[in-house]
């Protein structure tokens, strides 16, 4: 199989793929992501955060938007953990232990709820 044809095959099987399973994919690429960054350099280490920040931007943007279809507390909580995440990545030494906790468990979620 060439590079062309696996990248379509992958593309196909994504595209079939539950929402939630591909959501807790994103999440525990970017886990491993942090993971690495803990032995890693300060450039690895700002990727993985920078890398966080925006997924949790992202998790944030969608819990606001008003066309979001789950429960208005589940909406708040997401955006004020987004908040927390946030607050925590902004210190001047980020702990990538709670950065990593936090993921898992909403990955851990998301695949319950698939």
Same mark, same amino acid.
């Given at each position: &199989? #060439?590079?062309? #044809?696996?990248?379509?095959?992958?593309?196909?099987?994504?595209?079939? &793929?539950?929402?939630?399973?591909?959501?807790?994919?994103?999440?525990?690429?970017? !886990?491993?992501? $942090?993971?690495?960054?803990?032995?890693?350099?300060?450039?690895?280490?700002?990727?993985?955060?920078?890398? #966080?920040?925006?997924?949790?931007?992202?998790? /944030?943007?969608?819990?606001?938007?008003?066309? #979001? $279809? $789950?429960?208005?507390?589940?909406?708040?909580?997401? !955006?004020?953990?987004?908040?927390?995440?946030?607050?925590?990545?902004?210190?001047?030494?980020?702990?990538?232990?709670?950065?990593?906790?936090?993921? /898992?468990?909403?990955?851990?979620? $998301?695949? /319950?709820?698939?």
């Amino acid at each position: &199989m #060439n590079a062309s #044809n696996a990248l379509r095959a992958y593309g196909a099987t994504r595209a079939v &793929m539950d929402p939630r399973v591909q959501e807790a994919d994103v999440f525990r690429r970017v !886990i491993g992501l $942090l993971r690495a960054a803990t032995e890693a350099d300060d450039g690895r280490r700002a990727r993985a955060i920078a890398d #966080n920040r925006r997924l949790w931007l992202a998790v /944030e943007s969608a819990a606001a938007h008003p066309s #979001n $279809l $789950l429960p208005e507390p589940l909406r708040a909580g997401l !955006i004020s953990l987004g908040r927390a995440v946030r607050r925590e990545m902004d210190g001047a030494a980020p702990d990538l232990g709670f950065l990593i906790s936090v993921n /898992e468990q909403i990955a851990a979620g $998301l695949t /319950e709820a698939a």
